[in-house]
Structure formats: C-alpha cells, structure tokens
C-alpha cells in the first residue's frame, strides 16, 4: 500500500516532467497522451485508497521517503500522510485533474502550445497531492507555495493577452499577503510548541492550550495567536473576504484550470488546513470567531456579486468564492466533518459547473458573455442536461422528510444546520446560520439566472440578432450602452468586450455569431456525463460516512472535536422548521428567476430594475468596491513608496552619491587632465623637466 501512494503522488510529477522538458520533441499527442495516462493512474489508486480506507479499515500511516532539513531540533521529512482527510483529498484532487485532463484534449484542440498546458495542470496536481500528504508544516507550506506557482502558470497560460498577465500577477501577490501570514503562524507554532510535525504537535495543544504571550502589558494565548496567522494563510488562498480579489480576475485562464484550481482544487485548500489542524483550532475560540464572521461575509458578498455579472465563468467564479464562505464558517463552529463534506461535493458540481460552461463557450465559439446566448437547450442537448443537474446540486433542492436530493442538499443543509446547533450558545454562529439561510436564497437565484439566461428564452447569438439585440440586454435585460460609470465591464469586462477576443485570445469580433452554437466533442462530454453522476450521487452515498451515523468511524481521529463540542450530533436534532429553511430559501429564489426570465411579457422586467442604476445595484454590479478601494490604497500607496524608494533613495542617493557619483568625479577628473595631453613633445619634454627638477630638490632636502 506504501509503494501505490508514492506512485500516486508522483505520477504526475513524471508527467509533468515529460511533457515540460520533451514536449517539442515527442510531441502534441504523446505530451497529452501521458500526462492524462499518469493522472488517470493516479486517479484510479486514489480511489482505491480512499475505498480501503472507507470500507477495508485500513489504519492510517506515513512513509518517510527523505530527509528534508534537520537543523538541532528543527526536523522536517519528505512524508506521505495517509488519513481519512488524505484519502479524501486524493480522490478530489485526482478525480477532478483526470477529467480536466481528458477534457482539455477538446477544449485546447486548437492551441499550440499544448505539452506546455498539460505540464502546467500535472505539476500543479504534485503540488496539491504533496500539500494534503504532508506529515509536517514544512512539506505543507511547499505544496502551499507549488500550487501558488502552477496556479500563476496556468493563469497566465495565455501570456500574450495582457489581461491574463495581469491577473496571474495579481493572483501571486495576493496570495503572497496571505501566504506572509501564514510563514509567521509556523514560525509561532514551533517557537510555542517546539515542533513542526503533527503526530508530535497535536497531542501537546491541549495540555498547552492555556499557555499565552505577555506583550505591551496584555496576555496573547498563544493557540489564538498561531492558528489566527495561519487562518490569513486560509483567506488568501481560498479567496476569503478581504483577500478575495484574485479570483474572479483568475477566470482569465482557460476554462479547464477554472474547474481545476478555481472549484475543486486549489482554493479548498484553506478549508483543508482548518480541518487538518482541528486539534489547534478547538483551543482557539477567538480565531473560530473569527473564521466564522469571515466565512459569513464571504458567502454573502460573493452572493450578492453574483447576481449581476454576465461573463459565465465570473458568475461561476463567485459561486465558488461564496460556497468556499460556507465551507469556512462551518469550521468556524466546529463541525470541520460537515466542511469537509461540502467540500467533497461542491467539487463534483462545481467543477460540472465550470466544464459545462466551457462546453457553452466551445459551442459559441468563445464568447462567454451571457447576454449573446439565450435557447442552446435544443442545440447543446448534453451540456443543458449536465448544466441543470449541476445547478440542482449547488441551490441545494431536495426533500427533507425523505432526506433525498443532489450532492449539494446534503452538505449544504448540514452546515446550516450545524450552525444553527452552535448559534445557542454562540452569537457568531447564530449571524453566520442567518447569512446561510439568505445565501441559499441568492445563489438560487443566480444560479437558475444563468441557467435560464443561457438555455432558455430568445436567442441572442443568431447573426440578424446580432446586429439588432446582442448589447440591448444584460443578464437582467441591462441596456449596455449609457452606463458610462460601468463602461469597463458593460459588455462582460474589458477582456471580453464586444467580443474583441476569445477565450484563446484570439481576435473572434464580427465572425463568432454567424456560426450556429454546436455541442461539444464526446472527449468534452464524458468528463460532464462523470461529474455529473459525482453530483447527483456523491451526497446520498457519503453523508452517512462524513456526517452521519458511521462519521467516527470514517474520520477515526484524522478530525478533532474538544470534549465540549456536539456540534454536529445538535445538528441532526433541530427543529424541522430549521431544516426546511435552506429548502425554501432556495425555491423562493428560483421562482423569482422563472418569474423575471421564464414568464413571458416579463422579458423587460430586469431591464427597468437595472436601468434605475440604482445604488444597491451600482454596489453590487462593481463588486463592492474593493478593486477601486485597493487601487485606490494600497495599489497607490505601494507604487508611492515604490517610486520614492526608486528614484529618491536608488537614483537620487544611493546611485548619485556612489557608482554614478564616483563615475561622474572620475570623468570630470579625467576630462581635466585629459587637456594636459596636447601632443607636443616640448610640452612633455618641459614637463619631464619639471619631474627631474622636483626629484633632486626632493633628494637634496631629505639627504642634507
């Protein structure tokens, strides 16, 4: 068992390699052909692992492949940690990666640098893969910086197009913020507790759990203080408020990585952490808050952001960035099984979600603004089914009596439930259930807005419509033109206006419509047919082993609950109006959308709503206002104190007072004496006479 997880780990670093560095030479066919082949493997083990784990009662265990640094007391291996989180992770992270693999072999047809895109997604799967295996902060903090790195790569993909560099920039400084936090909640973890390993850290936290750091007069515990840095680490790589700005700009990747790392992979990592380092968390009760408040806004922020985008996968974007809310304040109130559980099955209909857009985008010919679709069920018969089943997991319908539904009822409704439990004697967890039940209203809504706005209703792609209809109307029947104050993104922002370019950055604008939408190729289909059954299955199938009655014996320690929190056996005892809540918050918000984009004669109804520019609109539609407000502080604060640095201390002080002063005497120096060589020997014979003289007056004063 010990050698097929070490296989599994790195297979898709062989890949990579293979694909990276003989890609030219071997070629399109063969780079992909083994990079899916190894991922497919690794695929295949990690669902083997998972099921002897689940159903074989495998006992956990870790192989120490190397030495990584020992310096005194400081000890850090190269390890594979295998879990109930572990085991969990793999068949997330492989399963996800193999399908985008298999269905980038459609999507990138066209590309030309495809050995490159194939390297980038199997590297990024080995860093991932070494982050949720670490047996120590160390090896957890590599694959926390190596899917930072792949994600830049993969974001980028598309250097050419400035938006894309822009935001893999963007992206990799964000997370360096986040990632600054959490370097310093290691460095406080060692020096508090002495060790970086976690089979030795984690039964010391309770014995230590009163211990604090006296400062300016106040006492820190010290718990608090660690697991809070490490939590900033959390935010910035799961895109929690404050720290989320990277990620609807990271949609600027191609829509195989939106599904990789932006759903399923990359940004559950934070949510990973908290639940890996549950032993900490518990002794912690003011960064729980914390994480729960955060969690909270988060999920009700990107909601409301939601509702009135228009590029596909920036909606999309959002819903991530609003579910990975829920995912975080349901560890905020100590049911990490239940966050966990969302986990697992918000990868399976979010990476539907995001592939069957690529498949809408594919059959539209790269155009991802969703006021130019309208009536592809007919025409992208497989992608409509796919899309809708993904749509019914995320809003999370079901029936409660029968405890029946798609993937999403059963993670969705035990977090809010969960939080409800713990509101009784928690204030933050009674905001956060009440921020739940209304985020499971919203994301109802725009997620059948989309839904209905792309399948559904006129269709806005056909070349007469084209001239006449495609910038009349906005996802809410939005006129685009006269709304200079949105001008950047009135047509699904500035890297898709008009249509200027597509997906692949190519030049698409005054061809793209007058091609009938087409579906996708099978190789893109059989990925949405697979997730699909993940998303209708995976939550009747396993919540009795994260949530239910076998949780203990499934987790088996690999989560840890204090001594004082019941928190998810009080769940499954609430009141059933409680349990109904998230159910009808949700069909409330999708009778709105059939009323506003179904109902015929209300085609004009979000026309009038939005041509009022209304404040909560205007708020909504520019994201809050956080681009603006970090352009506006930090962005110009740090390109400040960057041009006084430059051009004040590099040039004016440090340049001119040393090489530039220095070169500049020197030249003067030179030019001066330079004019003493005017090239006549009796000025050379007078000055040799000059010397002679001077040396005898010398040698008659010394010697006297």
């Known amino acids: 068992m010990q050698s097929l997880v070490t296989i599994l780990v790195f297979a898709p670093l062989l890949g990579a390699i293979i694909a990276g560095l003989f890609g030219r030479r071997i070629g399109n066919v063969a780079s992909q052909s083994v990079t899916t082949g190894l991922l497919l493997l690794a695929c295949g083990l990690s669902w083997f692992t998972f099921s002897q784990w689940t159903w074989g009662h495998m006992e956990a265990f870790t192989v120490t492949l190397l030495p990584f640094i020992h310096i005194g007391d ?33 999507y990138m047809a066209e590309d030309d640098s495809k050995p490159r895109f194939f390297a980038y997604l199997s590297l990024f799967t080995f860093a991932m893969l070494s ?7 160390m090896q957890l903090f590599f694959g926390w910086e190596g899917v930072g790195l792949a994600s830049y790569l993969l974001i980028g993909f ?70 809070f840095l490490l939590f900033i680490g959390a935010m910035g790589k799961s895109a929690q408020f404050f720290l989320h700005t990277w990620l609807p700009d990271a949609m600027e990747g191609p829509t195989p990585v939106s599904a990789l790392i932006h759903a ?55 819903s991530t960035c609003s579910q990975l809310g829920y995912m975080f304040f349901a560890a905020g109130v100590g049911a990490y099984q239940a966050a966990m559980f969302h986990l697992f099955t918000h990868a399976f209909f979010k990476a539907l979600l995001f592939l069957g857009a690529g498949s809408v985008i594919h059959g539209m010919h790269h155009e991802q603004d969703m006021r130019k679709y309208g009536n592809l069920a007919k025409l992208l018969p497989v992608t409509f089914i796919a899309m809708t089943i993904g749509t019914i997991a995320i809003t999370g319908l079901g029936f409660p009596p029968l405890h029946l539904g798609f993937a999403g009822f059963y993670s969705k409704d035990t977090i809010i439930e969960a939080a409800f439990a713990a509101g009784g004697h928690n204030g933050f967890a009674l905001f956060a259930w009440a921020i739940g039940v209304l985020v499971a209203g919203l994301t109802s809504f725009y997620s059948w807005r989309l839904a209905f706005f792309t399948f559904n209703g ?60 087409h579906e996708s ?15 209708v299955a995976a939550g009747f199938v396993f919540t009795g082993y994260f949530v239910g009655h076998h949780q203990e014996e499934f987790w088996r320690g690999a989560i840890f609950n204090a ?24 069909i409330i918000g999708l009778l709105i959308a059939v009323y506003v984009y179904l109902i015929k004669g209300n085609e004009r109804l979000g026309l009038k709503l939005a041509e009022r520019n209304g404040p909560l609109y205007v708020f909504f539609y520019n994201k809050w206002f956080f681009d603006e407000l970090y352009q506006a502080t930090f962005v110009r604060a740090a390109k400040f104190l960057g041009d006084l640095f430059w051009k004040g201390g590099d040039q004016k002080i440090i340049d001119r007072l040393g090489p530039d002063g220095v070169s500049a005497v020197s030249y003067a120096v030179g030019r001066k004496t330079g004019k003493a060589q005017t090239g006549y020997v009796y000025h050379y014979a007078f000055v040799m006479l000059l010397g002679v003289a001077g040396l005898l007056t010398f040698a008659l004063y010394a010697f006297r």
């Open 158 to 227: 598309w250097f050419k197009k400035p938006t894309a560099s822009a935001a893999a920039i963007k992206a990799f400084v964000v997370n360096r913020v986040g990632d600054f936090g959490f370097a310093l909640g290691i460095m406080t973890t060692y020096w508090a507790f002495g060790t970086i390993q976690f089979h030795e850290l984690f039964p010391q936290i309770a014995a230590d759990a009163g211990r604090a750091w006296e400062f300016a007069g106040h006492s820190w515990p010290l718990a608090d203080i660690a697991c």
């Open 563 to 586: 001594p004082t929190n019941h928190v998810l056996h009080e769940a499954h005892e609430v009141a059933e109006w409680v349990k109904w809540s998230p159910l009808i918050a949700s």
């Open 131 to 137: 982050l949720v295996t670490a047996a120590d902060f």
């Open 74 to 106: 400081f000890i850090a291996n190269w390890s594979i940690r295998i879990d109930a989180l572990s085991a969990t992770m793999l068949i997330v992270v492989t399963t996800v990666s193999a399908l985008v693999h298999v269905y980038s072999w459609g």
């Open 264 to 318: 399923a992979t990359m940004v559950t990592a934070g949510v990973y952490m908290l639940c890996l380092l549950s032993p900490m968390f518990e002794y912690a009760p003011v960064t729980k808050n914390i994480v729960t408040v955060i969690g909270a806004i988060t999920a009700l922020f990107a909601a409301t952001v939601g509702l009135t985008q228009n590029d596909i996968k920036r909606v999309i974007a959002y």
């Open 521 to 535: 190729p099978w190789v893109m289909l059989l990925p949405l047919v697979v997730l699909s059954i993940g998303a």
């Open 458 to 517: 006129k269709a806005r792609w056909g070349h007469d419509d084209h001239a006449h209809d495609a910038h009349a109307h906005d996802a809410h029947g939005h006129a685009a033109h006269g709304h200079d104050d949105h001008a950047h993104a009135a047509h699904g922002h500035d890297d898709h206006a008009h249509g200027a370019h597509d997906d692949h950055g190519h030049d698409d604008h005054g061809h793209g419509h007058d091609h009938k939408p």
